[in-house]
Nanobody, 116 residues
Framework: QVQLVESGGGLVQPGGSLRLSCGAS????????MSWYRQAPGKERELVAS????????NYADSVKGRFTISRDNPKNTVYLQMNSLKPEDTAVYYC?????????WGKGTLVTVSS
């Protein structure tokens, strides 16, 4: 079955960095666009970044451009989100996601808290 397992969240001070990882299984990872979304308390889930199946193209939400970098390691079936210069407004649960067979599949999420 499809599994998306996020890791790497935690508490970090403003200006700090974290790298999130998402391990994938149960589908053809190398043929799938992968995305990171986030949901802050009281807000709707929003797209943070996406990367094509080959990794040759990425796109980002305006709020994270220049600070976050999405990447993937296809032999390891893993997608990453490097987050630098973190701000308190980046606090959210971060979800790995993939569009599969007409639906969007989600991991359980990993919590990122940016606070001093």
């Amino acid at each position: 079955q499809v599994q998306l397992v996020e890791s790497g969240g935690g508490l970090v001070q403003p200006g700090g960095s974290l790298r999130l990882s998402c391990g994938a299984s149960g589908f053809t990872f190398t043929a799938t666009v992968m995305s990171w979304y986030r949901q802050a308390p009281g807000k709707e889930r929003e797209l943070v970044a996406s990367i094509t199946s080959s990794g040759d193209s990425t796109n980002y939400a305006d709020s994270v451009k220049g600070r976050f970098t999405i990447s993937r390691d296809n032999p390891k079936n893993t997608v990453y989100l490097q987050m630098n210069s973190l701000k308190p407004e980046d606090t959210a649960v971060y979800y790995c996601s993939a569009p599969l067979w007409g639906t969007r599949r989600w991991g359980k999420g990993t919590l990122v808290t940016v606070s001093s």
